[in-house]
């Protein structure tokens, strides 16, 4: 417990899911938690049942002034940003859009770069900025994906900004290493995490079963197992840890959970 404690933090996203799993486990370390979202009504309700500690403000994060407001406000109630994670994301085919290669609209590849990509550059940025302003070391943590690291057919959009974010967060992290900053950056790959997100991919049992079959440790991953590596990374425990990508996927990446013949 208060691994993070002092620490002032924004989770991007963090209405629900992933996010929402960060921003809890964030304030059960100690942390002063900013939790931010598009959707104003579920990251209010969120930001009430997490407690006292964790505060709400509604952020639509490809927007470069509402970046510039968030990160205004966050110093002048708490003086300062000392951790910022980078979770806000869409798939992409939430509303039944075809994501492959061939079909995929111009329109849908840019708005799904946009809110997944455009966002982490513009994260990145004001975190430094607002750092490097407030005379505060750092953690940035960037959400990618295990579909960064791999070709996925039909979300294609989702999967090259993915591995996009991956290559942004080893130059901002060499960039801050060269400004002798003390700010670091590091990237997750999630991978066959159980979220609403699943749940709506998922028709039935048999489904399930068969996904479960391909997985190495044959279950899905948790929000709260994601959570548990945010804050090594976003704590004091990590200040030698930059540029770093983990694997959180149950060993999916690994390699085939078939045994040779």
């Known amino acids: 417990m208060n691994r993070l404690a002092g620490k002032v933090t924004l989770v991007t996203g963090a209405a629900s899911g992933i996010g929402a799993a960060i921003a809890e ?4 370390e100690g942390a002063v938690v900013v939790i931010s979202d598009v959707n104003g009504e579920k990251g209010a309700a969120t930001a009430e049942r997490l407690g006292q500690s964790v505060f709400f403000l509604r952020h639509d994060v490809t927007r470069e002034a509402e970046w510039e407001a968030v990160m205004s406000a966050i110093v002048a109630h708490h003086g300062g940003l000392d951790v910022l994670v980078n979770n806000a994301g869409v798939m992409g085919t939430e509303g039944g859009q075809l994501h492959n290669p061939e079909q995929t609209t111009l ?21 430094i900025r607002t750092m490097r302003l407030t005379g505060r070391k750092g953690s940035i943590i960037n959400m990618s994906s295990r579909s960064g690291l791999v070709g996925v057919p039909h979300t294609a959009a989702y999967a090259a900004s993915k591995a996009a974010i991956r290559n942004h967060s080893k130059s901002v992290a060499l960039y801050c290493a060269e400004q002798n900053l003390g700010i670091r950056c590091n990237s997750l790959y999630p991978a066959s995490i159980r979220t609403q997100m699943w ?7 048999d489904d399930e079963k068969a996904l479960l079959a391909g997985m190495p440790l044959h279950r899905f991953g948790r929000p709260e197992e994601v959570a548990a590596v945010a804050i090594l990374l976003a704590s004091d425990e990590a200040t030698y840890i930059t540029g770093s990508e983990f694997n959180i996927d149950g060993g999916i990446l690994a390699g085939t959970a078939t045994s040779p013949k």
């Open 107 to 127: 329109d849908e590849w840019r708005r799904v770069m946009t809110i997944n990509l455009d966002s982490v550059f513009l994260g990145c940025k004001h975190a």
């Open 25 to 28: 486990a964030f304030a059960a």
């Open 199 to 205: 749940d709506a991919m998922i028709d039935d049992g």
